[in-house]
């Protein structure tokens, strides 16, 4: 397996402009999570789908940030608009959910989003 | 609420020398898992090792120890002989047994191994 693919890797954009990151998690698996890392604040959790579908967002920042995951092997996460605040490096991961209990996230490379 | 506390921001120590990564965890959970996360310098985050709370013994895998005590709620990393590369940043991470499969992450602990 390829294991979780986010695409961009690298995005640099100007304040007010729309930002789309991408991910394909690994095939079968059931959860998908969304996080941020910046140097102040570390790794934080946004958002996670479990089959697709949302169950937690209460990390996503505010309004300016939407996830969707219109299928089990894509997801998306949009910034509109942008802000410099918003600068970090977003990681996907992806997990099974077959047993109860925690299951082991495999992360993404992760994209690296300033905005300037 | 949960937390995961890692007091030690940045370590640096001489090529071959042992060092000890610290882990303190909060839960109100009696069922939980733990784990350790690296993140070399090319920015990926790599799983470790996973424990759940009903297990406190000792793990070693190769140069790797892990010391899993619940008396102090702590969860700490070893690494022998270091290697340069092992420089990277060390995460700790806690995630409840029931429901959510949500990780909560530690600051990250910095580890530089010099030549």
């Known amino acids: 397996d390829a294991g979780v693919i986010q695409s961009p890797r690298h995005e640099v954009t100007e304040m007010g402009q729309e930002v789309t990151l991408r991910c394909k998690p690994i095939?079968?698996?059931?959860?998908l999570f969304w996080y941020r890392q910046t140097m102040m604040r570390g790794l934080e959790l946004l958002i996670y789908f479990n089959n697709n579908v949302p169950i937690d967002d209460s990390g996503m920042p505010e309004d300016r940030f939407s996830a969707k995951m219109p299928n089990a092997s894509f997801s998306t996460l949009k910034i509109q608009p942008s802000e410099p605040r918003d600068s970090a490096v977003y990681f996907c991961?992806?997990?099974?959910?077959?047993?109860?209990?925690?299951?082991?996230?495999?992360f993404g490379a992760g994209s690296r989003l300033t905005v300037l | 609420a949960q937390k995961v506390t890692q007091a030690q921001t940045e370590i640096s120590v001489v090529e071959k020398e042992d060092v000890t990564l610290d882990c303190v965890y909060e839960?109100?959970?009696?069922?939980?898992?733990l784990f350790w996360y690296k993140q070399p310098p090319s920015g990926e985050l790599v799983f470790l090792i996973r424990?759940?709370?009903?297990?406190?013994q000792n793990e070693i895998s190769g140069r790797y120890s892990w010391n899993f005590q619940k008396s102090t709620s702590s969860f700490n990393f070893t690494i022998t002989a270091s290697q340069v590369v092992d420089s990277a940043v060390y995460f700790c991470a806690l995630s409840e047994a029931q429901g959510a499969q949500k990780l909560v992450f530690g600051q990250g602990t910095r580890l530089t191994i010099n030549p």
């Open positions: 424990r759940n709370s009903f297990d406190e």
């Open positions: 095939s079968g698996h059931d959860y």
């Open positions: 839960t109100r959970d009696t069922t939980y898992y």
């Open positions: 991961a992806s997990s099974l959910g077959r047993y109860s209990g925690a299951n082991v996230l495999t």
